[in-house]
């Protein structure tokens, strides 16, 4: 009875384990066409898997007191304004922060991408110093909007902004001399997947001067913006806990921007 019981395992235990690892081997191959086929950008960025996070270490000073003054700047703005009442959420909206930074690294020439009814740049234009010059970019003229701006903020050529989409190559460099005069770029612009995209592409494509200049991008959480986000491999520094809610990303691109060319696959 033993014998018959020993001679069992003996030809049942390889059968089952041939089993299992066949088994095993369609579970990983299962997995794996899973994962091909429904991988997704995660927005959690870490030292080891994003090389700009390292990198963006070397922001340290400018970080922490662009947010120490947003912390204290209290902004005063016209209540009739529908909008004024984001000006002072904080955290949750950008507006303290970039004062705060504009304070500190006292940006000389400010690029602002998307001016809507020129939150931004009335931040910029009352936070840096007065003979700073500020260009935002939109589709639409500043005063079809219920705005935060008004004539004479243009009137010394301060302020100027130009109805041109920087998503395309040529108006791109038609803007290369400012764009390479920046210190700061504020991006604010559609977040349709498509315009920040290309405009942080033909900027990679530029020579650029080496110098110390700052790139801010909103939205760095919204889905379509995560690989973007992602692929930047210049020194980098998600500060959205002290910004937008739906996300702030401060990136150094005083020797141009470096991308990962997966952001267009
Ligand atoms: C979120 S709003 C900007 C908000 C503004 N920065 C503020 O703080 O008040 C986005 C703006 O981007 C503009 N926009 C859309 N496509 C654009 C493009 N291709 N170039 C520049 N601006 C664009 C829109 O017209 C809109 O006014």
């Not at 604010?188 to 900027?203: R, T």
């Not at 001067?209 to 991008?217: P, T, Y």
């Amino acid at each position: 009875m033993r014998y018959k019981l020993l001679l069992k395992k003996i030809l049942v235990f390889p059968f089952r384990k041939v089993k299992e690892v066949l088994c095993h081997f369609k579970y990983k191959k299962e997995i794996s066409k899973i994962y091909k086929n429904n991988f997704i950008w995660s927005a959690q960025i870490g030292i080891v898997d994003d090389v700009g996070v390292k990198r963006g270490l070397k922001m340290s000073e400018t970080i922490i007191n662009s947010i120490s003054n947003a912390f204290k700047i209290d902004l005063k703005y016209n209540q009739t304004k529908i909008d004024s009442k984001y000006f002072n959420i904080f955290p949750g909206e950008h507006y303290r922060i970039l004062a705060g930074l504009i304070e500190y690294e006292k940006p000389k020439t400010i690029i602002d991408i998307g001016t809507s009814s020129g939150m931004s740049s009335r931040i910029m234009l009352d936070y840096s110093n007065k003979d700073s010059e500020i260009v935002t970019f939109d589709l639409i003229r500043w005063d079809k909007f219920d705005s935060h701006l008004n004539k004479n903020d243009f009137k010394d050529s301060r302020l100027t902004q130009y109805l041109d989409d920087l998503s395309n190559i040529e108006t791109f460099k038609k803007h290369l001399i400012l764009i390479d005069k920046a210190d700061l770029i504020f991006l604010d612009a559609p977040k349709d997947g498509i315009f920040e995209y290309l405009f942080v592409k033909n900027l990679a494509k530029s020579k650029l001067s080496n110098k110390k200049r700052f790139l801010i991008l909103d939205d760095i959480k919204f889905l379509n913006m995560v690989k973007l986000w992602r692929s930047i491999k210049s020194p980098k520094f998600d500060i959205t806990s002290f910004g937008h809610a739906s996300g702030t990303g401060l990136v150094d691109i005083s020797s141009n921007i470096e991308l990962d060319p997966i952001a267009f696959i």
